[in-house]
């Protein structure tokens, strides 16, 4: 059964620099600032970092003095049963109700559930979609 609920994603975009990640999640760390999940790359010169926190306000102050822009962008979280095909209904869902899927990153980390962020045209219907039909999804 897939369960999806709104959250707040931090976009943060800074040169890309070594060590900029240490730097943001121990400045993170002695604030208590609680990561959720958590995706960084780099490209053409620039770090970027989406995170969800639990307390995004605490979060930007945090790492504003190494982060010159930062986002605040509203996510759906989705967790799904770490099986086989449990991400394809769902993703069919959104697109038969034309839900643009603009980008999404997850991870297994418990073996037993796996959780996607997804930022969609339609967050709030999404999660609705989502929660009504799970069971029908068999996810």
């Known amino acids: 059964m897939a369960r999806a609920q709104l959250a707040k994603e931090l976009f943060c975009?800074?040169?890309d620099e070594t060590g900029l990640l240490g730097?943001?999640?121990?400045?993170?760390?002695?604030?208590g600032v609680y990561i959720v999940h958590l995706?960084?790359?780099s490209?053409?010169?620039?770090?970027?970092?989406?995170?969800?926190?639990?307390?995004?306000?605490?979060?930007?102050?945090?790492i504003g003095y190494f982060i010159p822009q930062i986002e605040e962008?509203?996510?759906?979280?989705?967790?799904?049963?770490?099986?086989q095909g449990t991400l394809a209904?769902?993703?069919?869902?959104?697109?038969?109700n034309r839900i643009h899927v603009r980008y999404c990153y997850g991870t297994s980390g418990d073996g037993f559930k796996i959780v996607g962020v997804f930022s969609t045209s339609d967050n709030l219907?999404?999660?609705d979609l989502i929660n009504e039909d799970s069971q029908?999804?068999?996810?």
């Open 13 to 15: 975009i800074a040169p």
């Open 23 to 31: 730097r943001v999640t121990a400045a993170m760390a002695l604030e």
């Open 39 to 41: 995706c960084c790359y």
């Open 43 to 62: 490209a053409e010169g620039k770090g970027y970092l989406q995170t969800v926190v639990r307390e995004p306000e605490k979060a930007k102050k945090a």
């Open 73 to 83: 962008r509203d996510v759906l979280v989705v967790e799904f049963e770490n099986k």
């Open 89 to 96: 209904p769902v993703a069919k869902l959104l697109g038969q």
């Open 125 to 127: 219907k999404a999660r």
């Open 136 to 139: 029908s999804l068999g996810v």
